[in-house]
């Protein structure tokens, strides 16, 4: 068996991934040493490029060779104190000339416990006039990368980060994360194929993660190793970068002026940004606490933690705990705490709690700052049960399965309506003969869907309208569906039901519907293999669907990979069949700071101005189709100008021809015989019955 080149042996994936420019480079090295026959060389050269679980620790003493060891050995002792036991061969330290260079090179059994170095030695006492300064090699890489003369920082104006508002059709953008590419493109159903806007830096791949959209549209964040990049304005321009090693989460404040990242595990961090300073407010520790533990209010103002049988809650500008009526800041204590929601419309929070021997369960409303209870509503025989707010927190809905007495098998479902605007909270209760599995509130009008379960495995869109004047709540309409989730259009009026494929190389299906005149009608049904993901734009006049993976899934073909993109009325808009598909998500846009006043005035002059704009599309469709008909008529006359230019050179090969095969262009065409077969073939069947 022939000996590998030791160049075969070393790993260089780690390299590619963060420089895949360097691919072409390490190929043409590894070509020429084979060439060279270099002689192998013993021991074998065995390069470790993995440095995640090394970190650097400065700020050391300067010691003599002779006090090298005993540097070490104290070092060894204090990392083995806050993160785990080490090894003195773990702590290279370099020295130059007989003298420590003050700063140590620590490797870790993993990169999670170097995380936990980072976070636990960073700025902790070596002795009385040293403390450490402990940081990753991403980090290190991040700090020598810093320019060595300060660059002003660009402002950018609210118009230009404003700026896709302003298009002239109304179109939305929405972004999508394959192979190695992000790309922003703008919805365009006129042309109907989506039109690019960006596909990131030119020289570098945008992002090796995933990508956010801000709550109002404003910034498009991508997720690295090292933290996240926010970017916006017309051309999609770097805004700002927040470090935090390892984020795998972010969530955006409604006002967009505060930012939550978040990284896992027992080392991992939650650390709250302020995105008009580009400063950290404050960072807690997660312990293997999960995304989601902490969440903004309506309007960004307060972040709410859920802890053991309590509540923290802090001001978002300067992530101090709330005080209580003695000036004191602490949590807010709940016994038998369940789960808990904040209003989406007011600085109000909803909390579950749980059934006692003593008490039945409940629902209570608690006002924040003040901590004051303004609505309880006691809940009996509960099998579990769920609340949900209307967009502008004017109505909240629990949704109680109850169970039999003696049976721990659900009996039927109660509805729970507090008029959270009325004075005292009234509360409705509406009884059901079923028991619902899903429920949904419409978008900016007092109705909701609802979906139960019947016999034979059928299910039951229903929808429901509430009178918020005469407090009560009526049945609209009920449709038949195949379908177990879900989703309104943004803007109401349209909503789809849903089931994503329950299994490999399976359909995903949607129904299509919309209310009006108080009936709920199906408009379409469709059906897609692999679905498992679905997205209204902003706009609701367009739903996206399609199939993803993950991106630390292993690549695997799979059909239906990709996105399709329909109408409010289930028609096909355009689709792209994509492999390794990661992402699609919608650009968000802002609520709308329009007068009630002027919905109607639109409303009432919809047919006019549905006729100016259906003008305009009429326009549009035929500048495209004069642009295609442009570049058809461009190809074709390079077409041809290319076959007359063959043609040419066809005729002045003639002598050059004869002579090579023996014979003229005549006789060689005379030793060809063409034949003409015609072939049938079944177009289309009609069946027609006559009586």
């Not at 990508?211 to 964040?221: D, E, H, N, P, R």
């Not at 709330?322 to 807010?332: L, S």
Request: net charge negative.
């Amino acid at each position: 068996m022939e000996d590998q080149h030791p160049l075969e042996l070393i790993d260089f994936s780690d390299v590619l991934q963060s420089h895949p420019e360097y691919e072409p480079y390490i190929e043409d090295q590894k070509r020429e040493a084979k060439e060279r026959n270099d002689p192998l060389l013993e021991p074998k050269p065995l390069f470790e490029l993995r440095w995640t679980n090394r970190v650097i620790v400065d700020n050391l003493p300067e010691v003599t060779a002779e006090k090298e060891e005993l540097l070490i050995k104290v070092l060894v002792k204090v990392i083995s104190k806050a993160v785990v036991p080490i090894e003195p061969s773990a702590v290279y330290m370099p020295m130059v000339d007989g003298k420590s260079q003050c700063f140590a090179f620590v490797t870790f059994p993993d990169e999670e416990l170097a995380k936990t170095a980072v976070v636990k030695c960073n700025g902790l006492a070596f002795d009385k006039k040293h403390s450490l300064t402990v940081v990753s090699f991403d980090e290190f890489d991040r700090l020598m990368d810093t320019p060595a003369e300060y660059v002003e920082p660009r402002v950018f104006t609210q118009k230009e980060l404003k700026s896709w508002l302003t298009d002239y059709r109304s179109r939305d953008q929405f972004v999508i994360r394959h192979e190695e590419s992000t790309k922003v493109f703008w919805n365009d159903s006129i042309s109907l194929n989506p039109e690019l806007v960006t596909a990131g830096p030119s020289d570098k791949v945008w992002t090796d993660k995933y990508v956010k959209w801000s709550t109002q549209g404003t910034y498009l964040a991508t997720l690295h190793q090292r933290g996240i990049v926010l970017w916006g304005g017309p051309k999609f321009e770097e805004i700002m970068r927040l470090s935090h090693y390892g984020v795998s989460q972010i969530e955006f404040s409604p006002c967009e002026r505060y930012l939550m990242t978040y990284s896992p595990g027992a080392a991992g961090q939650f650390i709250m940004w302020s995105l008009e300073k580009g400063e950290e407010i404050r960072t807690f520790q997660a312990n293997d606490e999960p995304w989601g533990t902490y969440m903004y209010s309506y309007n960004g103002e307060f972040v709410a933690k859920k802890g053991n049988e309590m509540i923290s809650v802090y001001n978002s500008e300067t992530m101090a705990m709330i005080e209580d009526n003695d000036g004191k800041k602490a949590p807010i204590p709940i016994p038998q705490l369940a789960e808990f929601s904040w209003s989406s419309g007011d600085n109000v929070i909803c909390l579950h709690i749980r059934e006692s021997e003593a008490k039945p369960a409940q629902v209570r409303l608690l006002a924040i700052p003040s901590r004051e209870l303004i609505a309880t509503r006691m809940v009996y025989e509960a099998l579990g049960f769920y609340s949900f707010w209307n967009n502008n927190g004017e109505f909240l809905i629990s949704v109680v399965t109850t169970k039999h007495r003696n049976n721990p098998k659900p009996k039927n479902s109660i509805i729970e309506i507090f008029y959270v605007k009325k004075r005292g909270i009234p509360v409705e209760s509406l009884s059901l003969d079923f028991v619902v599995s899903t429920f949904s509130w419409e978008p900016n009008r007092n109705r909701f869907a609802l979906i139960y379960a019947g016999a034979h495995s059928s299910k039951t869109l229903v929808v429901y309208e509430v009178d918020s004047e005469k407090i009560e709540t009526k049945k609209i309409d009920q449709c038949d569906t195949k379908c177990s989730a879900i989703a309104w259009a943004p803007q109401g009026g349209h909503l789809v039901t849903y089931s994503f494929a329950a299994k490999n190389n399976t359909e995903g299906r949607v129904e299509f519907f919309c209310v009006k005149n108080q009936t709920l009608y199906q408009i379409e049904e469709r059906v897609h293999m692999n679905m498992n993901f679905l997205e209204w734009d902003p706009s609701g006049r367009y739903l996206s669907v399609g199939s993803l993976q993950g991106i630390t899934q292993r690549a695997t073909q799979q059909q239906g990979s990709g996105y399709l993109i329909f109408n409010c009325q289930g028609s096909d808009i355009t689709h792209a069949a994509l492999e390794k598909f990661y992402q699609f998500s919608w650009r968000l846009r802002p609520k709308s700071i329009l007068d009630p006043k002027i919905y109607d005035k639109i409303e009432n002059q919809l047919d006019e101005l549905a006729a100016k704009y259906e003008e305009e599309d009429k326009q549009v469709k035929r500048a495209a189709r004069e642009a295609q008909k442009e570049k058809e008529a461009k190809m074709k006359d390079e077409f041809f100008a290319q076959v007359n230019l063959y043609r040419e050179k066809w005729a002045n090969t003639h002598n050059e021809r004869a002579q090579l095969l023996k014979r003229t262009d005549e006789e060689e065409k005379g030793r060809w015989i063409q034949k003409v077969e015609p072939v049938e073939e079944i177009l289309s069947v009609k069946k027609e019955i006559l009586t």
